[in-house]
């Protein structure tokens, strides 16, 4: 029977370890993939799929990549959601005795990449771990690139949801509870392009979570950590540590401290209301140009990037905090010279956290180190100028601010300004740092001169013109003599090597030299690679004080960015209240205003409050500027609560403890829902998880059904929302329906408000502008020809509207706001011609009979045949109707 051979049976031994990767395995210059594992590898990267002996009768599939090409195809794989174990040698294939050893050193996946090329600068890289026991959901995640380690726990799914989407993770691991729960794990991998797994039971055991994290920030107990409360957290904070630990093999020191937080420490916004806000990514094309995050952000550094983002995701609710920051931005304002100063020594900045995860897990080379060091060379000016800045928080920043002098003279003393990349071939350690390695680097450079003299020597000696002293990898050093000198080679030259025209020799005061130079060479690169990384090793051992640093660097940063917009696109510092008001003036919309041309956006007043003015009815046409109008109101909330300052000439805005928006007809086709099931399971979780601080904009309720329906449903929900007993949220309800109009002064707290529409003659003018009172008429016509809808159409379109008048529905609406809807009129037909919209719609009483009698009477022969399929299909919206009804 074939056998295996020895490697392939040490191949197979090591991919059984690791059946969920893809393996890596290091051959000499390459890694190499075989098997499935070839395939797909051959496949994804786009490389040559061949075939290796293995032993067996048919060849294995085989692949592979040159390893110095490593970083660029791991990331290609782990981007695609594959994860991918390193197989490396462990031992020197030169001292090996038969087979060299292989280990997996490595597990990289696309929750814990670290590789600058795979990840996104502004955009943190997080694994999260879920777990479910008990009704709770325990929430950790870690971005090892940067160190961010936080827990929480929540305990409903939609809370969950939340979560996810708010830091949306690019990998999640989970208990098989969760894994099974139903959640639609599906829809969530093709969201976030994470992959999803379940881990073995062994992660999730209590005691060993809480041993780890014991063990990892070395202490006693976890209360110290914060972590008394989170006992479902707990465990999955200690899952994600344990699965870091499995993947990278490496010190996970710069995880240096784990942040509990409650999701009722920050404003609570719901994934579809971030979605439809746009604050990080547009809700088509998910760009970041065209979201509230790209008009706030002019951050200069990754970090203060990435803190910003999170700034915009989790706007504050408590006053202090957001006059902390508002305050820091208002002194920037205020000495806009050192702002300009501190944007410059922030510019030159690289990624300090980043950077010290490479430097933590041994991968930095010594150009990071450089880099590391020029960014430490501006800590100490940002520092200076802080200094002269009184508001509490840049006084707490400037104190946190650690210039870390000791480590730039460090890296200043012991590294070249321009290193190689590479750690192993020498050419890293300045001159004066170490004297074992000036010896060396003297000896090595002293054998060249050597040469140099023999080299004259001989070529004087011999009379050979052009002999030639030169080096190669393999033959070391070598006189070379072309064939026209053959002759006058003397007898102690040894030969080394024939060339068709030339000849290498060697001889004894060469291989002395050759001795020298290459011992000292050797022993200077393995000494020089010794220092650099004591050096590193030093530099991590500062990785708290690096950190803090780091993250004060980023506050200024988020701080400076939030001041230079507020001053560049003319903002407030919105006053803040704890009474329920939002009281703005001339409002504007802050990224619609940056897309227009200058000063083409109309600015509007906003008032709500807890009382007479909790719920504002928009009507308008189409296209009027409803649902811009009401996410600018939205928008100019959360800035105010992230402590930014606001687009408008006012603005005093009352703490809201949640957003929701429901905003147009949001098509969510990948989950499969049709839009009117979206719009209602919206509808119910802001129903039910809205209280009377929360701040609700509705934009066409009700539109995704009949109009009967619709109507119906979005009047019960403003009676709903308004009702103080029942729920009381200040709210902005943009509608179609001006039935709805009624609502004012029958119900308390609710008001028209429209937007403003100038005719001429049979056109309208869009004024932008907000009124008191509802709009009469919905201009849907018009609207329709300035889309160039054809001319015709439109004539058509206008007969039409003569004829079906909603005078009647408004009418009966009417008589319900003065009524209630307990009562129901009967109206009864007088004519069949008069069928109209009418009776399709609200409340229609009409019965089985009616219908049948009026079809008895119809005219058919004086019917065109779209009046007739027309009358038909009326008929069957009336019945359906009224059998929904009964
Ligand atoms: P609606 O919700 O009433 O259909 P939108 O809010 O979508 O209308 O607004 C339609 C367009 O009108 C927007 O794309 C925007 O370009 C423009 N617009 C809206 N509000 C304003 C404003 N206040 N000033 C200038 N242009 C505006």
């Given at each position: 029977m074939a056998q295996l051979s020895p490697m392939m049976t040490q191949y197979l031994e090591t991919k059984k370890q690791y059946p969920d990767c893809i393996l890596f395995y290091r051959l000499g210059d390459f890694y190499e993939m075989f098997f499935e594992d070839a395939l797909t590898a051959s496949r994804e990267l786009e490389i040559t799929l061949t075939g290796k002996d293995c032993g067996l009768e048919e060849r294995a599939p085989m692949c592979g990549v040159p390893y110095h090409a490593l970083e660029g195809y791991l990331s290609k794989l782990v981007q695609k959601g594959y994860k991918v174990a390193i197989g490396e040698q462990v031992e020197d294939p030169k001292t090996a005795k038969g087979l060299v050893k292989r280990e997996v050193i490595r597990v990289v996946t696309p929750g814990t990449i670290t590789n600058s090329q795979a990840l996104e600068e502004s955009k943190n890289n997080y694994l999260m771990g879920i777990v479910y026991t008990d009704g709770i959901f325990g929430i950790s995640v870690a971005d090892v690139s940067t160190g961010d380690y936080l827990v929480t726990e929540v305990k409903s799914e939609r809370n969950l949801i939340d979560e996810i989407y708010k830091f949306s993770p690019s990998e999640i691991i989970c208990n098989e509870a969760f894994y099974m729960s139903g959640i639609d794990l599906d829809d969530l991998k093709n969201r976030l392009h994470a992959v999803i797994s379940d881990l073995d039971n062994r992660f999730f055991s209590d005691e060993f979570c809480r041993k780890l994290l014991r063990d990892h920030f070395h202490v006693e107990n976890l209360e110290g950590l914060g972590l008394s409360d989170y006992e479902t957290g707990t465990i999955a904070a200690g899952a994600v540590l344990q699965y870091l630990y499995e993947t990278q093999k490496n010190s996970l020191e710069h995880l240096t401290r784990i942040t509990p937080y409650t999701t009722g420490q920050f404003m609570m916004l719901d994934t579809s209301t971030r979605r439809n806000l746009e604050l990080i990514e547009t809700l088509r094309e998910k760009q970041k140009r065209g979201t509230l995050l790209w008009v706030l952000d002019k951050t200069k550094t990754a970090m203060g990037a990435r803190m910003l983002r999170s700034f915009v995701e989790q706007p504050l609710i408590h006053k202090e905090e957001i006059l902390k920051r508002q305050n820091a931005i208002e002194e920037l304002n205020m000495n806009y010279i050192s702002r300009e100063e501190i944007c410059e020594y922030l510019n030159p900045i690289y990624d300090l956290e980043r950077l010290l995860g490479r430097i933590s897990y041994k991968t930095a080379n010594p150009r990071d180190l450089i880099s590391f060091r020029n960014s430490l060379e501006m800590l100490p000016h940002i520092k200076h100028i802080l200094k002269e800045f009184r508001s509490e928080l840049l006084t707490e920043i400037e104190g946190q601010l650690d210039p870390l002098e000791d480590l730039k003279k460090l890296i200043d003393e012991a590294i070249?300004?321009?290193?190689?990349?590479?750690?192993?071939?020498?050419?890293?350690i300045k001159d004066g740092f170490h004297e074992e390695a000036d010896r060396l680097r003297h000896a090595k450079t002293e054998g060249k001169t050597w040469l140099a003299e023999l080299e004259q020597k001989e070529k004087e000696s011999t009379g050979i013109k052009n002999l030639k002293i030169k080096y190669n990898k393999v033959f070391g050093y070598y006189f070379e003599v072309t064939n026209s000198f053959?002759?006058?080679?003397?007898?102690?030259f040894i030969r080394k090597q024939t060339l068709t025209n030339a000849e290498r020799y060697t001889t004894d005061r060469l291989k002395e030299l050759e001795d020298v130079i290459m011992g000292a060479e050797d022993k200077l690169f393995s000494l020089e690679y010794e220092l650099f990384c004591q050096v590193r090793d030093g530099i991590a051992a500062e990785v708290k004080r690096i950190q803090e640093t780091a993250h004060a660097v980023a506050l200024t940063d988020v701080l400076t960015s939030l001041s230079v917009v507020a001053i560049r696109n003319n903002y407030v510092k919105p006053s803040i209240n704890e009474k329920g008001i939002i009281h703005i003036k001339n409002g504007r919309h802050p990224v619609v205003e940056q897309m227009?041309?200058?000063?083409m956006f109309v600015a509007n007043d906003t008032y709500l409050d807890n009382?007479?003015?909790?719920?504002s009815i928009i009507t308008g046409p189409n296209m009027a500027g409803k649902s811009t109008y009401m996410r600018q109101t939205a928008l100019i909330t959360l800035m105010a609560q992230v402590g930014s300052f606001v687009p408008a000439d006012e603005a005093d805005i009352g703490l809201c403890d949640r957003i929701f928006t429901r905003v147009?007809?949001?098509?969510d086709l990948a989950s499969g829902q049709s839009t009117f099931m979206v719009e209602m399971t919206e509808v119910a979780n802001i129903l039910r998880n809205a209280t009377r601080s929360s701040l609700l904009i509705l934009d066409e309720i009700g539109r995704g059904t009949s109009t009967f329906d619709g109507l119906s449903i979005a009047w019960a929900v403003v009676e709903y929302i308004s009702n103080t007993k029942l729920l009381g949220a200040k709210t902005l309800f943009a509608t179609h329906y001006h039935e709805l109009t009624e609502l004012e002064g029958t119900m308390s707290g609710v008001n028209n408000y429209c937007i403003a529409v100038k005719e001429q003659g049979d056109d309208i003018v869009f004024l932008r502008k907000i009124v008191k009172g509802g709009a009469d008429k919905s201009y849907g016509i018009q609207v329709a020809k300035l889309a160039g809808v054809p001319e015709l159409v439109i004539e058509r379109a206008k007969e039409l509207v003569e004829e079906l008048s909603d005078a009647d529905i408004t009418a009966r609406a009417k008589e319900i706001a003065e009524n209630g809807p307990g009562i129901v009129a009967h109206k009864k037909l007088s004519k069949p011609d008069e069928v109209d919209l009418l009776q399709m719609s609200i409340f229609d009483t009409v019965s089985e009979e009616d219908i049948i009698k009026e079809l008895m009477e119809l005219e058919i022969n004086r019917m065109s045949p779209i009046d007739a399929l027309t009358t038909l299909d009326k008929m069957q919206s009336r019945l359906r109707n009224r059998w929904v009804n009964q």
């Open positions: 070249i300004d321009d290193p190689p990349v590479s750690v192993r071939d020498g050419g890293i053959k002759d006058l080679v003397p007898d102690y227009m041309s200058g000063g009382g007479k003015n909790r719920v147009g007809a949001s098509d």
